[in-house]
């Protein structure tokens, strides 16, 4: 009975700890990749902005975009590189899942561990929006 007593709140300590390790890794991931355009802070104001031809997003604003709802299935593809910005015309952001999965190596091994790391940097960037 007493194991019981214990076990949830080591789950939720457990769940807690993960999610803030994800999160860190996400972080990670986006200063690694995505900075030099995006900004430190996800603003769209990178020191690479200024000479790209179309204007880069503000990251933290995607859920003020969305009415109000956080798009991490519509980021997660435009990260992976499936879904391209037609507006935008020519892709200029790199393809992030080809890239990283020659990173790590390129093959079926490879293709879980793009997913975890594109996950963590959509879960990073859930954790940036703001709301107005």
């Not at 020191?47 to 969305?66: C, E, W």
């Not at 990073?124 to 703001?130: F, G, K, N, R, S």
């Amino acid at each position: 009975m007493q194991t019981r007593m214990f076990r949830r709140p080591l789950l939720v300590l457990g769940g807690l700890l993960l999610s803030a390790t994800a999160m860190a890794q996400g972080r990670v991931i986006y200063l690694e990749n995505c900075a030099a355009c995006h900004g430190l802070y996800a603003a769209g104001d990178g020191p690479v902005a200024a000479v790209l031809v179309v204007p880069v997003p503000d990251l933290r604003r995607l859920s003020v975009h969305s009415a109000g709802t956080y798009p991490d299935q519509w980021v997660r593809r435009v990260i992976d590189g499936r879904e391209q910005i037609l507006s935008h015309g020519d892709r200029y952001m790199p393809v992030w899942g080809s890239e990283f999965w020659l990173r790590e190596g390129g093959d079926e091994q490879a293709e879980q561990a793009v997913l975890a790391r594109i996950q963590d940097l959509v879960d990073y960037l859930a954790t940036i929006q703001v709301t107005d």
